[in-house]
């Protein structure tokens, strides 16, 4: 199953997260679509899976290009992310400092 349909279907795992965030690099910058794509799904999966979401960036950013991952989250491509909700959703997360 690809991420987009786990998105939807709220069937994220590890796999699918962990591959978004190894996709997600500044030399794919200069494809507008895919830019925006993947900053939409990014936008997404925080939404669903907001402690998922954090374990593992966290987890793999030596491995990621963390910065430019966290450069994304504060620049949303477009006005359809719902910051206000996927605020609300990290807020109820709770998040285990190992």
């Known amino acids: 199953m690809n991420i987009i349909m786990s998105v939807n279907n709220n069937t994220l795992n590890t796999i699918h997260v962990c591959k978004l965030f190894y ?16 900053n939409e799904i990014l936008f997404k999966v925080l939404e669903k899976r907001p402690k998922l979401f954090f374990i593992e960036l966290d987890r793999i950013k030596n491995e990621v290009n963390y910065e430019y991952i966290l450069n994304q989250l504060e620049n949303p491509i477009h006005d359809g ?18």
Request: hydrophobic share 30%; net charge negative; glycine share 0%.
């Open 23 to 38: 996709t997600i690099d500044p030399n794919c910058s200069n494809d507008a679509e895919f830019s925006a794509f993947s």
């Open 81 to 98: 992310i719902e910051i206000s909700k996927i605020l609300r959703n990290i807020q109820k997360t709770e998040l285990k400092n190992n």
